[in-house]
Structures are given as structure tokens and as C-alpha cells.
């Protein structure tokens, strides 16, 4: 390609409200970048500990245990481990406080969904501003370039004789606009699709343990409840 339609040059070239369009795409597009590489980090290592905290609560360990070795883990607070520490902390302190078996429960629950909210948020920071950028990237880029060619056309008023080789670096310039709007849509829509199925999944299964948690916890507070009422009858 000659040197004078180069890339950089049409860029260059263009007018200042076409090169601030680009401007504001090509910062869209390396901030959607960092996202996707952040967001991936974090859903890589959510299912990563989701995984390994399933292995520890059903290989059958004492909740104590298990609640005092994920107590002391500065890192676990996030995920599953989030909802079976906030859930059994707030049962403990119930128990110790009151023998109503349904207010202890609705505790631990309310204390739960509290803990399900925290990471849903975690979960799914950042993926609007994946679907904004997926969304209006393509509209901003083809603004500049309807912009572009306009000029284009308004600088033809002003040549005798209207040549493609005149025409054609004015409209190069601006179909370069609607290029950088999809070139940062399209990673951006791929990504959000992506990570909101990864976070829909992760919560789902976060759903499925806090109410197969809540289930166990059931049984061991009327169980006990059971036992101490046993003990009075005696």
C-alpha cells in the first residue's frame, strides 16, 4: 500500500472529531481487553475454588472443623466458602442464643443470601461496561465515519473536477472509525456472553449449596433440639 494512504496516515489525516471518535474506540477497546483478561482471572479461580471447597465439605469433615480451617484462611472469603462461613457463623451464634429452630435457620439463611448477594456483585462486576462497549462501539465508530464522508463530500464542492483518487482518502479516513467500532465490539459482546453464562452457572451451583447447606443445618438443629428435649423429659 502506498505510504500516503497507510494506515497511520489516514488516522492522522482525519478530522478532529473523527480522530477524537478513534481515540475514545481505541481506549474502549484496551480497557474492554483488561477487563477480559481480569474477568477471566476471577471466574478461573472462582470454579477453581468452588471445586476444591466441594471436595472439603463432602468428604465428610466435621462442620467445626471445617468451619475453623476456612476461618483461618485469609483468602477464602469468596464463593462457596463465603456462604457455608457466613451461613454456619450465623447458625453457632443463634444456637448458642436461642433454641427456636426456625429462628436459628431464617438467621443462617438471611445471613446466606446476604453472602449470595456479595458474589453475585463480585461475579458480575465490569460485564455492563462489556455490554456497553459491545453495544454502542459499532454506532460511535459509524458516527465518525458519517461525519467523515460528509466532510468528504463537503471538500468536493470545492474541486473542479471530482476524481476517485480525490475522493478516496476522505472516505478511507472514515471507514476507518467504523472498523475500530467493531473491532472493539465484537471482543467485548464474545466476552460478555461468556462470562455472564460462567457467572450464571457459578451461581447456580452457589444456590444449590446454600440449600442443600440449609438442609443440613435443618436436621442438626432439631436433631439437637430433639436430644436436649429427650434430656428434660428424663
Request: zero cysteines; a neutral charge; aromatic letters at 10%.
Amino acid at each position: 500500500m502506498d505510504s500516503e494512504l497507510s494506515v497511520w496516515s489516514l488516522v492522522s489525516n482525519a478530522g478532529v472529531l473523527v480522530q477524537l471518535v478513534m481515540l475514545l474506540l481505541a481506549a474502549a477497546s484496551v480497557v474492554s481487553w483488561a477487563l477480559i483478561f481480569q474477568r477471566s482471572q476471577v471466574f478461573r479461580k472462582a470454579r477453581k475454588a468452588q471445586l476444591a471447597f466441594e471436595e472439603r465439605f463432602w468428604s465428610g469433615m466435621d462442620l467445626g472443623q471445617l468451619y475453623r480451617e476456612v476461618n483461618a484462611e485469609p483468602t477464602a472469603f469468596s464463593g462457596m466458602e463465603s456462604l457455608f462461613r457466613a451461613g454456619f457463623k450465623e447458625f453457632s451464634r443463634l444456637r448458642q442464643q436461642s433454641r427456636d429452630a426456625d429462628a436459628v435457620m431464617e438467621g443462617a439463611q438471611r445471613a446466606m443470601r446476604v453472602a449470595f448477594s456479595r458474589e453475585q456483585e463480585r461475579l458480575e462486576a465490569h460485564l455492563p461496561f462489556l455490554a456497553t462497549v459491545g453495544s454502542t462501539s459499532p454506532y460511535v465508530g459509524l458516527f465518525g465515519t458519517v461525519w467523515g464522508i460528509m466532510n468528504s463530500f463537503r471538500g468536493l464542492a470545492q474541486v473542479q473536477q471530482a476524481t476517485l483518487a480525490t475522493v478516496a482518502p476522505g472516505i478511507s479516513e472514515a471507514l476507518i472509525a467504523t472498523a475500530m467500532g467493531l473491532f472493539a465490539a465484537i471482543p467485548a459482546v464474545i466476552a460478555y456472553n461468556r462470562f455472564s453464562t460462567k457467572s450464571d452457572a457459578l451461581l447456580k451451583n452457589y444456590e444449590t449449596f446454600a440449600e442443600e447447606f440449609s438442609s443440613i443445618l435443618h436436621r442438626r438443629v432439631h436433631s439437637a433440639n430433639n436430644s436436649a428435649d429427650k434430656g428434660v423429659a428424663q
